[in-house]
């Protein structure tokens, strides 16, 4: 039972992230990612708070939400 348990902990943690990134992704001119990590899970992670994603961050991302807001106007 620890599998299933550790499975349904990682797959909440892993839509937690995404709906994490999908909120601030509609306020933002950057990318948010989805990052796989071996403690935490999964967490939401702003591009905006690099200038470029470190190699060790950007080999873990699993999913990325474009930002929505436009700097066109």
């Known amino acids: ?12 943690s ?7 990134a999908e909120r601030r992704a509609l306020h933002s001119f950057f990318d948010q ?14 591009e905006g708070d690099y200038n470029a994603l470190p190699a060790h961050l950007a ?3 699993v999913h990325t939400v474009h930002g929505a807001m436009l700097d066109e106007f």
């Open 1 to 12: 039972m620890t599998a299933l348990a550790s499975f349904q902990s990682n797959s909440n």
């Open 14 to 20: 892993y839509f937690e992230a995404l709906a994490t």
């Open 33 to 46: 990612h989805v990052v796989e990590d071996n403690d935490l899970g999964y967490f939401a992670l702003d």
């Open 59 to 61: 080999s873990r991302v």
